[in-house]
């Protein structure tokens, strides 16, 4: 039997597969603020002058990334509940898991605009009396995070991409939402082609955004 395309699948599913694109916004955004947060503190605790300090930072990012967000969201959701007797909801186990796993890749993100910012901006804050904490704060860090800033956009983009995974602990998110409403018109088509759609979208708005700001940034140094 040939395959009957049917556009009206695809504007019948948008009103629901919005409610699924709302979840996934929030799960990124808040992901993202308690990423940002925590891969701030890792990223400065991998430049202490204590090795003890390095090692648990380090000790954090590489295991983080080099594990699979999928399978620690299964051990998040499924593991620690039957270790610890505990119970998460599904949306805040997608929001811990963003943020652990956004957190150890802006660890190094941070890590690497501190260390790019010259080694004389230090020594001239300590020189005007500044302690080594002002000096991060009031001269270092603002430099470093306009230089933050692209592959912050990055990985917004990546990790709002990678929600689609929480599907399998039972988030409410875009790709979830296309499955149920699959389940039900049998258009597997028509829907995931919306639910691809509907991720270009966000991406590109995103893609937009960060290239505009990019831009005044670049025109602010000019000046």
Not at 25 to 43: D, E, K, N, P, S
Not at 61 to 80: H, K, N, S
Not at 175 to 199: K, Q
Request: aromatic share 8%; proline share 3%.
């Amino acid at each position: 039997m040939a395959f009957d395309f049917e556009p009206s699948v695809m504007i019948d599913s948008v009103p629901t597969l919005m409610s699924g694109a709302g979840m996934t916004i929030v799960i990124t955004l808040g992901g993202l603020m308690f990423g940002f947060a925590l891969g701030a503190v890792a990223g400065l605790m991998k430049l202490s002058r204590s090795m003890f300090v390095r090692k648990i930072a380090g000790l954090y990012v590489e295991v983080i990334r080099g594990t699979p967000m999928l399978v620690q969201a299964m051990f998040l959701y499924f593991g620690l509940p039957m270790a610890l007797g505990i119970r998460i909801s599904a949306l805040a186990a997608g929001i811990i898991i963003i943020a652990i796993n956004s957190g150890a890749y802006i660890a190094e993100i941070v890590r690497g605009a501190v260390q790019s910012i010259d080694v004389g901006q230090m020594e001239a804050g300590r020189t005007i009396g500044l302690t080594r904490g002002q000096t991060m704060r009031y001269i270092i860090w603002p430099q470093a995070f306009k230089r933050m800033i692209p592959p912050l956009g990055n990985q917004f983009i990546i990790s709002l991409k990678d929600t689609s995974l929480l599907m399998i602990i039972g988030v409410g998110e875009l790709l979830r939402t296309g499955d149920e409403i699959v389940a039900v018109n049998f258009r597997a088509f028509e829907v995931y082609l919306t639910v691809g759609l509907m991720y270009l979208a966000m991406t590109m708005s995103i893609a937009k955004v960060l290239n505009i700001v990019e831009k005044r940034l670049h025109l602010k140094t000019q000046r």
